[in-house]
């Protein structure tokens, strides 16, 4: 079966300090991989997609980047954080062909202070 | 564009029924329901594709309305664990990214 982690789960962070965030899937292969931020009490934002290793389409211009070194492996970064980059982080999957619901990871409570 | 649900909060007596909607301005192919419960990620509920169609398991169903871009959400003898919050999502393409926009959320509240 497929899983899907995502690490750590809460981060408290100054401003200006930089930020790694890593999710990983298991059990399917080409996954199409997304975040999401949530501010308090907030829908879904969506920031970052991926079709494949490499392949990063950004929704939203902001100090955030993303990173998929491997099929199964996305990273969100970021050089340096501000305070309203503060949210709940998640990393969700799909698989590439047909259409099914996401899979989202456990998510990440940022704060940053 | 966010497409907007409606309501934005409802309580109900367990046992009681609701609606949930969701509308977008754009032309969709595809909607999701999600739930939230409080401090825990989104779980998928159900998708519904272009075609009118409309799906359901157990008490939880859906409809999907292309023409008038909209879905709603319907939550039938509802259950303490019902509550939470739900969110619409819409897709927009056919490709192989699926991505969506979610919508502004419902809380839904049920109590004994």
Redesign the interface.
Known sequence: SQTIHQWPATLVQPVGSPLSLECTVEGTSNPNLYWYRQAAGRGLQLLFYSVGIGQISSEVPQNLSASRPQDRQFILSSKKLLLSDSGFYLCAWSVTRGYYGYTFGSGTRLTVV | Q?PVQSPQAVILREGEDAVINCSSSKALY?V?W?RQKHG????????L?KGGEQKGHDKISASFNEKKQQSSLYLTASQLSYSGTY?C?T?LHTG??????????TRLQVTL
């Open positions: 966010q595809s999701h999600y825990e990620a989104p779980v998928f509920l159900m998708i594709l969110f999502g897709g192989t990214a699926s991505k969506l926009t979610f919508g502004t959320g």
